[in-house]
């Protein structure tokens, strides 16, 4: 049976990833080096509000600092709520209304898993066409877009976009260390690369870095060109939303503007 890591080996871990010395920690939390050693060690018990603190300072996700906090022995402190319980009413309207104010472009939203929760009229004018298969519900941004019978196809520029996409799944994997992203990215990255020899970018497997790399995708005989900008909620207090990101696509030159907002 393998043993639940406890809060101190878990903090330990945090510190590392983000490659903070248990001095330069304590300084920002307002503790002394000496303490910090104590709690990673075991030899001392940090309260809530010190769990709390560190997991602050640590930039870790809130989903995670509530398993510090169960590792430490004290109740989850944020709260996961069902995006379709009513208390959450009035953010799934102000997200549909984000999604409608942004059409004729593209817009979704997207879980920690890349699940889509929500997506404007842009989103269903490109995936028109697609295999009934990958558009039943819940459909997932990254197995529509990557997959052979997807978006992929229609990718002009598949091999930087696929390596921006899994280079993006790997750090947030990194952060989370998520299992359910972790089999999501081994699912897709194992998908063939497709696209015709000389397109852009067909046989590419790594990103490229540019200011800002655009997605090229054809959409009935015209090339669109886009670049995509995310959004998180800011200072969250449920998991749910502290997972949520809004995903938008601007065009990119104006002959893609022009397409999208003709009749």
């Known amino acids: 049976m393998t043993s639940t890591p406890s809060v101190g080996a878990l903090l330990r871990t945090w510190r590392e990833r983000r490659g903070i010395s248990q001095l330069e920690l304590a300084g920002r939390a307002g503790s002394s080096s000496r303490h910090i050693s104590f709690v990673e060690t075991g030899r001392s018990r940090p309260s809530k509000e010190m769990v709390l603190r560190l997991a602050d300072h640590l930039d870790v996700p809130v989903r995670e600092r509530n398993t510090l906090l169960l590792a430490a022995g004290y109740a989850p402190h944020y709260t996961q709520t069902p995006l379709d319980d009513p208390s959450l009413g009035v953010l799934r ?16 939203v997207v879980d920690a898993t890349y699940d889509v929760v929500a997506a404007n009229r842009g989103i269903a004018m490109l995936l028109d066409g697609l295999p ?38 790997e750090r947030q994997i990194a952060l989370s260390r998520s299992a359910p992203l972790r089999a999501l990215y081994e699912e897709v990255s194992g998908y063939p690369v497709t696209g015709r020899p000389g397109e852009a970018g067909a046989g590419a497997e790594e990103a490229v870095p540019h200011i800002a790399l655009p997605l090229l995708i054809e959409h009935d005989g015209h090339l669109l060109s886009f670049v995509s900008s995310i959004a998180t909620f800011n200072t969250p207090t449920d998991v749910t939303v502290a997972e949520l990101a809004v995903e938008t696509l601007l065009p990119a030159d104006a002959a893609t503007a022009k397409y999208l907002r003709s009749p």
């Not at 997807?150 to 990718?155: D, E, F, V, W």
């Open 93 to 108: 309207e102000g997200l549909e209304r984000l999604l409608t104010g942004y059409e004729p472009y593209p817009a979704l």
């Open 132 to 169: 009934e298969h990958l558009l039943v519900p819940p459909l997932n941004a990254m197995r529509i877009t990557l997959h052979p019978q997807g978006l992929a196809p229609r990718i002009r520029n598949l091999g930087e976009w696929r390596g921006h996409l899994l280079a993006q799944m």
